[in-house]
């Protein structure tokens, strides 16, 4: 069975630009995270989707959205890029914790961004 | 107060010994419990949920105790390829998970 997958491996980009980074959950899968891990520090939770719509969002700005497909893959989109976005963001995917909150979630190996 | 607290460590154990990590949660809410493991650079990866009860998978045994809000694990045998992050990690039901930093583990030859 195939893991979660995130695309790009890397990425590249100066400030100002826009980056777009993609997931694709374990099949079956309804629920996809996504996080935020910058050198140093924890994993903080950016943005959760479940069925289409975004159920919560972390305390980010405006300038970091998403979106969930009818396929229930995903992608994340960060605008007007700042040095301090330099991450390493993690996709992660769960059976639908809306009925049942005991899901682990299980996740892919991650984008890393970099801010030139 | 951070909703999930870790000592960050490093704990630096030699092979063979037993090691424990604890993790205290804030929110009395809080419905299912995991430890995932962290090696450098790399994704989490889940280690084991955490049952009221405890719960055993081989050499690792989790602990929570809800009215103290906080949750344990137990390592024994130590292995070298056991060194790495342990990432205590709460849901709160309905929402996404609360990560821990993370408590370092280093065991040496």
């Known amino acids: 069975e195939a893991g979660v997958t995130q695309s790009p491996t890397h990425l590249i980009k100066t400030r100002g630009q826009q980056a777009t980074l993609r997931c694709s959950p374990i099949s079956g899968h309804t629920s996809v995270y996504w996080y935020q891990q910058a050198l140093g520090l924890g994993l903080q939770f950016l943005l959760w989707?479940?069925?289409?719509?975004?159920?919560n969002r972390g305390n980010f700005p405006p300038r970091f959205s998403g979106r969930q497909f009818p396929n229930y893959s995903s992608e994340l989109n960060v605008n007007a890029l700042e040095l301090e976005d330099s991450a390493l963001y993690l996709c992660a995917s769960s059976s639908s914790i809306l009925q049942n909150s005991n899901q682990p979630q299980h996740f892919g190996d991650g984008t890393r961004l970099s801010i030139l | 107060r951070k909703e999930v607290e870790q000592d960050p460590g490093p704990f630096n154990v030699p092979e063979g010994a037993t090691v424990a990590f604890n993790c205290t949660y804030s929110?009395?809410?809080?419905?299912?419990f995991f430890w995932y493991r962290q090696d450098c650079r790399k994704e989490p990866k889940l280690l084991m949920s955490v049952y009221s009860s405890g719960n055993e998978d081989g050499r690792f045994t989790a602990q929570l105790n809800r009215a103290s809000q906080y949750i344990s694990l137990l390592i024994r045998d130590s292995k070298l390829s056991d060194s790495a992050t342990y990432l205590c990690v709460v849901n709160r039901g309905g929402y996404a998970l609360n990560f821990g930093k993370g408590t370092s583990l280093l065991v040496t030859p």
């Open positions: 929110n009395s809410a809080s419905q299912s």
């Open positions: 989707y479940d069925e289409g719509e975004e159920r």
